[in-house]
């Protein structure tokens, strides 16, 4: 005869199974992260992009940098950065970071700065359409 | 059974009256992480213990040939430190800081202090983070604001193993401070963490310099990269972004 199982354990095994995929997902993440550097000699930078009312605002972690040698390039809708490490701790190595951005934006309206270790790049959305009163 | 989730181990008994207990397991900018470590290795305290759990992944940590357990015990004197090598795994949240509180309570010890970052999206535009602290009493709380003239914490979610210890600390009768600095929310921040060491050299009346951190920064910065990667993921578990926001008010 067929016993059921009581609903916590049902409950239970949920959450072990949607516990067990997040890791299985991290996993991934990580050694496609450290593959990627690997194969290319590069640092992937942690970064965030934020949208911010007609603002795209992107900053990226890249420690032990020159200011002076940052390469960064903007287009609509994406912002390439490359840089040396210039730390005695990843000798030879640069971050580079090619991103696709949420919305497109202004490339002539781009402003960046590097500081304590961070860039930061802000961008004006492009604006498209027409002004519509509101009545 | 629940015992059997976390256990404590002590490698040399930890006894004594006036114990100070300090955590720093990483979060936010790993503030709590980097202050607790750089104190713990400026003030040459010593492996005492460390607390295990099947729930941890399964590894160890090698430095300098050395086996460590990934969350240890420091002591030197009747300061404790409690260090990770490792984000607490976000079902192991509870257990464990039910546990640690429990062991703490066993130590009757003068305070606990759990450290923190603060996330601060102008972080870059801040030269000076700010401190800010909360106690398990009100009196604690104004007696560790007038150290420094530091802010009050006083309306915001505390999210993770950081708010389960305040909690614990409190249901418990414990005197428990959470202290917190403005930090970058998932890049490390030696910056941040420099403010609160500065602020609990002062509070405990220790002296520590905190200029080597400050110059090994961006050193700091990429050694703990794949620390904050993975602290970021159990950030997620934890629904750690919620520091951003504030708690409903009704009335």
């Not at chain 2, 972080?123 to 104004?142: A, C, D, M, Q, Y």
């Not at chain 2, 905190?210 to 110059?215: D, G, I, S």
Request: charged fraction near 30%; proline fraction near 7%; charge should be negative.
């Amino acid at each position: 005869m067929l016993r059921r199982r009581p609903w916590w354990r049902v409950l239970l095994e949920e959450f072990r199974a949607i516990e067990e995929e997040m890791q299985r997902f991290e996993e991934e993440f990580m050694r496609r992260i450290k593959e990627a550097e690997a194969m290319r000699g590069c640092i992937i930078p942690l970064y965030n992009i934020y949208e911010s009312g007609d603002e795209v605002i992107l900053t990226a972690d890249m420690p032990g940098v020159n200011k002076e040698e940052i390469d960064l390039r903007v287009g609509e809708d994406y912002v390439r950065v490359e840089a040396p490490c210039r730390s005695a701790l990843r000798p030879g190595q640069k971050y580079l970071l090619h991103i696709k951005l949420p919305s497109k934006i202004d490339p002539s309206t781009v402003r960046a700065r590097y500081r304590e270790g961070v860039l930061e790049i802000v961008a004006k959305k492009k604006v498209a359409g027409v002004r519509v009163k509101v009545e | 059974m629940e015992e059997d989730v976390v256990r404590i181990v002590e490698t040399r008994p930890i006894e004594g009256d006036g114990l100070v207990i300090v955590e720093g397991f990483p979060d936010i900018g790993l503030v709590g992480a980097i202050a607790a470590s750089f104190m713990a290795d400026k003030l040459g305290m010593e492996e005492v213990g460390y607390i295990d759990s099947d729930a941890l992944p399964p590894l160890v940590a090698v430095r300098n040939g050395r086996i460590l357990n990934l969350i240890r015990i420091y002591r030197k004197e009747n300061l404790l430190a409690l260090i990770s090598d490792v984000p607490i795994p976000p079902p192991l949240v509870k257990p464990i800081s039910q546990k640690i509180m429990e062991w703490v309570e066993g130590k009757r010890p003068r305070l606990f202090i759990t450290l923190t970052g603060i996330p601060e999206p102008g972080r870059l535009n801040i030269e000076r983070p700010k401190v800010f602290v909360l106690g398990s009493r009100p009196e604690l709380t104004e007696e560790a604001a007038r150290i420094d003239n530091v802010d009050r914490f006083t309306d915001g979610f505390v999210v993770g193993v950081k708010g389960m210890l305040l909690m614990e600390g409190y249901k418990r009768g414990l005197d428990t401070l959470l202290i917190l600095a403005q930090s970058h929310f998932n890049y490390p921040d030696p910056g941040s963490a420099a403010e609160i060491v500065k602020y609990l050299a002062k509070y405990l009346n220790i002296e520590i310099d905190v200029k080597p951190l400050l110059e090994s920064a961006e050193e700091l910065k990429l050694r703990l990269r794949d620390l904050m990667m993975r602290t970021n993921q159990a950030m997620q578990g934890i629904q750690k972004a919620k520091e951003l926001e504030l708690p409903p008010v009704y009335l």
